[in-house]
């Protein structure tokens, strides 16, 4: 907690300007918002109280989904015999080089490594095999919150990190086609999350093979845009097909009496999300919380003028237990160490969707003075009126922080025809460029080798002509994502 | 999922009766109610859905608690650099032979190995003294939701396994007093969540130095009593003096400008709970769960007569979605691949609180038959009062349950003043005796020895005269709470 200062300005401009460094901006608002902090553990990061309470908002209405699409929750071991991860070849090639492995328990050097889960489809699909005997018994559909651990070069809070908290889904069907709806199910269910909740706007698309889930049949993904012009992936539903039913067994009796394989998903979310909030709708004074997910959706700041604690604290109080009774979320800040200049800087920095000044003249006359973080429009309201006032603004709030990140991302968009003007729009000004693929990984490749650009993903349904491949001329066979990702 | 059988007798014999083998019968209704199932990994279970919606409720209820007396949740590292675990000399002597080590990640030895955590006070130590540096940052508050590693060689599901899911918080305190008061205001905490919640009475009381927590300055527990008269550790409340604040350098400026340590609380309460109901209120039939954490409150069974599917099974609906609007949580098992009779003793096995059957006839006659699965007890309700006849029936069930446990627990609870009486009740009956103690390790030790029961706690306040200690025949400075224990 910073110490008192009386130059509010003195404490905003701590922060790296947005515009002039995205990358220690970010770094800044991680820090000074308190949103995490770096850990003695290299790679791993402590996730304070206030960006834990972004994630239990998320967790929650991504959990109501699930429970509502017939999902339920379970808990598998964060162990993985070393064994099992090599029954699926694809998958243990994908994860080996990321993972880390128990070599020591109780004091004695253990006969087989243990894994430590980098994802659980192995030691799932374990148990589905036991689980599994009928048609009766399907689907499953299961969901798991918990830490996970892959091993990285490169962190950054959020976004990359050792561990890292995450849900992930394991379902089991009857069928070819319930598996696939069930993938494109959840892709739709992340879709309204990210828009509806973290008012993150997301381009759903399938990836190409070279960016598939390493096991997966097809790997859909959910793509948004940072304030940087840079992608997000920011969540991925794979159809797995029979892959992991053979390796590992999963087998019922179908309705024929026929011994079938099971067809299965996985799908999943992290904390990762939490750095696409603040990336997608940060500013030069720090965070901006889409109401939905904002710990506190209103902060009171009283005015301490005159004898303020016998005037000014009660009423504001009673503000704050009339608007917490309406269900919002308020944090009075009544610290008698700070200044109100201090308190709204910090507020501001913090993300907080509504700010409410209340002083002695306010009483006077009635009134408090009602601030938008987005906006910064500012509103005197009769102090009768706030309570009914606040919900529509925070409404208001999280549908403006959509659209304006939805115009960011549309105007952050350009269909290109030729490699002229891929590497124009990559150089100039980023974001996702829409362009024709012939579909041959060489061209993936070179592009990515020449641009850092990769195809985050393709169109879902139907295509219209797709014109020539932006980089070999060909045939193109498809539209795609192409832009630099986090 | 067992397979359809009309004999719904002999699906229940597949539970060893608990009368006969009390440990078996754990085993069998943990397996067969689909609360836990063996992992390939040693020592480590899943939490199958059932058992995990559980856990979910009575997280809730923990959490609302914690929240409302001011804790806030956060997240830190899974792993800790073994050189943090040995800065505090009490508490690595008692972890390190039970904690697993990371000694490769990434493909690479590690310089230093990472221990899995098996508690997280020294990776929270370490973080606290970044974030504390005036009494003004103080108290911290902070709440973990964590899985923790343990090597065990003996393991039990939800009992005693390797991993386990769990609540840890850890506090830091301005004065020894308020780190006292928290200590026990979460063994308050505890307590009431173990009665209330999960209608388990519990004893409160302090652990002896030798069960203290390795690196506390005193260990304070709740104690419950299983159904086979073995005491049951249901958790512990931990004031760490300035143990761990010494030991990672946890100072803040005091009110006085002097540095000082902070004064430190530790808690947790785990997945053990789960065990705890199970032993608690089950019977021959199986788990018998209190309605508040009962994943089912009520599960209506139609009864397939006649033209049930058009008849009786929208009135079923109709009931269910009726009950799920008042707040209840109901199943409605509509599967036509069983009988009644095998869904009935399914779901007492699962201990749903409540089974609402409905036929033809109850149709024609306005009405449906309620059963407790506590009691047993058959009523017929009129359909139209079912929606306010079900909630004081669910309440009752709770008390009830409640009441009947602390009646065992009473009856099951000797006050005795000699040795050869002591003895006696442990060959006989066993359940806690309560008797007058020298305060003395050595006779301590050698009733452990003598009987297998340690003390599981001192009583809490004031000691009336304590007479003369049960073992050595020295005066006794307080009274004991021996038992066997889980």
Redesign the interface.
Known sequence: ?P?KTDNAAAFVTEITPRSQDFSRWYLDVVRRAELA?Y???KG??????Y???I??LLRDALDRRFKATGH??????????EG?LHKEAEHVEGF????????????EVLEE??V?RPTSEA?IG??YA??V??W??LPIL?NQW??V?R???VTRPFLRT??F?WQEGHTAHETEAEAEEETLRILALYREVAEQELAMPVVPGRKTDSERFAGALRTYSIEALMGDGRALQAGTSHNLGQNFAKAFEIQFQARDKSLQHVWGTSWGVSTRLIGGVIMTHGDDSGLILPPRVAPHQVVIVPIPRGNWQETVLPKARALRDELTAAGIRVMLDDRD?YTPGWKFAEWELRGVPVRVEIGPRDIEQGQVVMVRRDTREKATVPMSELGKRIGPVLEDIQQGLLARARQFRDEHTTHVETYEQFKEVMEGRPGFIVAPWCGSAACEAQIKAETQATIRNLPLGEQRSAGKCVKCGGAAVTEAYFAKAY
Not at 44 to 49: E, F, L, S
Not at 72 to 81: D, E, G, K, M
């Open positions: 907690m110490k902090d850990s003695p553990v791993c990061m402590v996730i304070r109280p960006g834990y309470a994630w239990e339920v929750n379970a808990y598998f071991p964060l162990f993985i015999p099992l080996a080089p990321q993972v880390a492995y128990v070599t020591i328990g109780g004091g490594k243990l430590v030691i374990t148990m036991k689980w005997q009928s009766r018994d299961i918990a830490n651990v091993w990285e070069k050792t561990e908290l160490s």
